[in-house]
């Protein structure tokens, strides 16, 4: 079974950046579509980011566009969330999650609005990013 480990996560000044990874281990990530996701206290679980199995498509929720980059290795079967000019409203625990598209055939990365936590079956326990002076 898919089983999936984030790491990364830190203290960082408000216009510094993190990267964060995803690992996957057994199985590879060759079929599955990653989503990224967020959690600050209080609030509900965010999408942030999503990438299809190929690596060449991505999606964002405007709040990270053109800050937030999404990137793939399936040989290494690593998933990176690179992270720039990080705000204090960033901070958060940040999950990565994987779907089958082939499984959940209504997956749609692509969507105006970025599939929810209920579209993925794997997750990773979490890690904290802080934002903060």
């Known amino acids: 079974q898919l089983q999936l480990v984030e790491s990364g996560g830190g203290l960082v000044q408000p216009g510094g950046s993190l990267r964060l990874s995803c690992a996957a281990s057994?199985?590879?990530?060759?079929?599955?579509?990653i989503g990224w996701f967020r959690q600050a206290p209080g609030n509900e679980r965010e999408a942030v980011s999503c990438i299809i199995s190929s690596g060449h498509y991505a999606n964002y929720v405007d709040s990270v566009k053109g800050r937030f980059t999404i990137s793939r290795d399936n040989a290494k079967s690593t998933v990176w969330l690179q992270m720039n000019a990080l705000k204090p409203e960033d901070t958060a625990v940040y999950y990565c999650?994987?779907?089958?598209?082939?499984?959940?055939?209504?997956?749609?990365?692509?969507?105006?609005?970025?599939?929810?936590?209920?579209?993925?079956?794997?997750w990773g326990q979490g890690t904290q990013v802080t934002v903060s002076s």
């Open positions: 057994g199985e590879t990530l060759d079929h599955y579509a």
């Open positions: 999650a994987a779907v089958d598209p082939d499984v959940t055939s209504s997956y749609r990365c692509s969507a105006a609005v970025l599939p929810g936590a209920g579209r993925y079956a794997f």
